[in-house]
């Protein structure tokens, strides 16, 4: 079954410091991924997407994520955080059957980003 | 503004009673998902619709239900068949697009606890 393992359940940096959050997933076909952030008493918002092409995405607020196929990783990236990055970020799969036909999102269980100011 | 609106924001259920999640959106999205969101797990999907009168079981579909009677809503029904439903329910929508399915758009999410 297709699955999404985020590394680190929560991670405490100061602000201005450099942050990478992990994602790899277990698929070996197409797939999109996606990251998806929830700030404290907020909906989930999408924070950035590969669907195809270049492999290094940029986001919103600063955020980037690179897509490593041949390490099935899509890791998240900021070079200085702040303090309103506090929340909590979910890395998501939608896989694409061998039968051509998509599945659904699969999401990972999450990271929780605590910045101190 | 086009969104998801998710009612209650709150909800307490007795033991043995059923209650009813609303998800409603403005969005013109063909698909429509639930999710429940418990700590440390996240996001498991219970049902979901990809057209109005079909819907399918997701992961944990036990102890839940669904109807999709209109394109704009897609309530969910929690049974006293679900033994743990205290948690966070989460409703999203999108299009799919074609070949390419399209992010899902969240609403703010339903709390569910049990007296």
């Known amino acids: 079954a297709q699955s999404v393992s985020q590394h680190n359940h929560h991670v405490i940096l100061s602000e201005a410091a450099s942050l990478e959050l992990g994602c790899n997933y277990s698929?070996?076909?197409?797939?999109?991924l996606f990251w998806y952030v929830q700030y404290p008493g907020q909906h989930l918002q999408l924070l950035l997407k590969?669907?195809?092409?270049?492999?290094l995405v940029k986001g919103i607020k600063g955020f980037e994520a690179e897509f490593i196929k041949s390490k099935f990783s899509f890791n998240l990236r900021k070079p200085s955080v702040q303090w309103s990055d506090t929340a909590e970020y979910f890395c998501a799969v939608n896989a694409f059957n061998y039968g051509g036909s998509q599945g659904n999102l699969i999401f990972g269980k999450g990271t929780k980003l605590s910045v101190k100011p | 503004d086009g969104g998801i609106t998710q009612s209650p924001k709150y909800l307490f259920r007795k033991e043995g009673q059923n209650v009813t999640l609303s998800c409603e959106q403005n969005?013109?999205?063909?698909?429509m998902y639930w999710y429940r969101q418990d700590p440390g797990q996240g996001l498991r999907l219970i049902y979901y619709?990809?057209?109005?009168?079909?819907?399918q079981k997701g992961d944990i579909a036990e102890g839940y239900s669904v109807s999709r009677e209109k394109k704009e809503s897609f309530p969910l029904t929690v049974t006293s068949a679900q033994k743990n439903p205290t948690a966070f329910y989460l409703c999203a929508s999108n299009s799919p697009g074609g070949a390419v399915r399209q992010p899902q758009h969240f609403g703010d999410g339903t709390r569910l606890s049990i007296l």
């Open positions: 619709s990809q057209i109005v009168n079909d819907f």
């Open positions: 969005l013109n999205h063909d698909a």
């Open positions: 698929y070996g076909g197409t797939v999109n």
């Open positions: 590969y669907f195809s092409g270049d492999p």
